[in-house]
Structures are given as C-alpha cells and as structure tokens.
C-alpha cells in the first residue's frame, strides 16, 4: 500500500548524541516535508525539498539538517540533541504545491 | 513569510450543534487551502480543500468558504458528533513572488470538543 513510512516511532537518547530519523514514502511524490510537534499544537516547518537535490529551510532549521539524494527518502539529522530538541517529529511528503499533504506517523523523541 | 490566525484556539459545542472555525491571511496570492483534522494520539489528515478559484465547498457535514476579498476561509462542520472532537489546522499555500514554487503555512490549531 503507497504510503509514508517513519522510523523509529519511539526514540530516547542522551544530550549530544546524533541522530538520523528516517522518512521514505512509496507514493512517487516530489515534495517532503518535516515538521516538528508538541501533542496537540502547532506545526512548525523544519526543511522541505521540491524534489532530488532540492533542500529549503523552514522556520526551525538551523539545529538539524536534510538530504534528498533519492525521491522516496528524505532523513532528518540532528547534530548535537539536546532536551530541547524533546518533541514528535512529523515527516510529509505531496504531489505537487497545490496537493494534500500525507502525514507519516511520527518519531517520538526525548532527549534526557 | 505568511502569518495564518486561526480562531478560535479552544471550542466547545453540544453534540448536534454547529462549528465554525475561522482563518484569516494577508497574502493575496494564496491559491490553495487544506483543512486537517488530527485525533488525538494520531497523524493530521486532510478533510477537505478548496483553491483559490471557488468560494464555497460541501462535504457531507463539513463546508469550507473561502472569502478571497476578506481574505479568510472557514471550516463549517453541522450536527456536530463526539467522533469529531479533534484538533483542527487550517492551512494555505502560498507561493513565492515572481515563482510557481511556495510553501504551506498553518494555522495555530483548534482544539474542537463535542460534548455527548
């Protein structure tokens, strides 16, 4: 079945660690989206990408970074975690500018 | 960037009732705008969309409006049920001057409860 798949779901870590979180999406779609989360509130873009090789920051980049070397993968990196960084991590992916968004099902992340 | 108010933050109705949630923007350019709908515990999913082009459109129980020269769109949603209680994002796209491309800015949220 087409979909957007996150991983890990769950995920707990100590303060300056790196992490990687992972988003792949089976639909073909050009754009992804990553957007962070506390239950319940609102969105807050990360980065997007147009397509391969394409990258733009959103409003809360400057802490993580992403790659698009393939259409259907899209990972999310943290350099250094910290507790702040502690919050659901929702990756999206659309056809195009003016198509729904389709949600993955999120990375629960706590930074101790 | 785009700033989308949405109000009100918190609603509560009577199961049966009406909901009306509103959104307000500012650039003239927005052309496309979701609503989402996420229960608690889950992933946001659309629940209906309208573009730039149309002023109202009805699904079942739920209408979104859009008023281009007022610049604000509603979310309409009639004989209101507990299984709607969720939290709300409207959305729009915006794109960038003199570009096809844009991006989605949403709203805060709308924390909708429908009491039995």
């Known amino acids: 079945e087409a979909d957007i798949y996150q991983t890990p779901r769950y995920l707990v870590i100590g303060t300056g660690k790196k992490i990687t979180l992972e988003c792949s999406q089976t639909m073909g779609h050009d754009k992804m989206y990553w957007y962070q989360q506390d239950p319940g509130m609102e969105l807050h873009l990360i980065h997007y990408?147009?397509?391969?090789?394409?990258?733009e920051k959103g409003d809360l980049s400057s802490e993580s970074t992403v790659s698009r070397i393939r259409t259907e993968h899209f990972p999310l990196t943290l350099e250094s975690a910290r507790p702040s960084h502690t919050s659901q991590y929702l990756c999206a992916s659309s056809g195009d500018r003016t198509s729904p968004l389709h949600f993955g099902n999120g990375t629960r992340l706590t930074v101790t | 960037g785009e700033n989308v108010e949405q109000h009100p933050s918190t609603l509560s109705v009577q199961e049966g009732d009406s909901a009306v949630i509103k959104c307000t923007y500012s650039?003239?350019?927005?052309?496309?705008f979701p609503w989402y709908k996420q229960e608690l515990g889950k992933r946001p999913q659309l629940i209906i969309d309208?573009?730039?082009?149309?002023g109202e459109k009805k699904d079942q129980r739920i209408a979104v409006t859009l008023n281009k020269t007022a610049k604000h769109f509603s979310l309409h949603i009639t004989e209101t049920q507990p299984e709607d209680s969720a939290v709300y994002f409207c959305a729009l796209h915006a794109p960038y001057r003199g570009s096809t491309l844009g991006r989605l800015y949403f709203g805060r949220g709308t924390q909708l409860t429908v009491w039995p």
């Open positions: 650039d003239s350019a927005s052309n496309y």
């Open positions: 990408s147009y397509g391969v090789n394409s990258t």
């Open positions: 309208i573009r730039s082009n149309v």
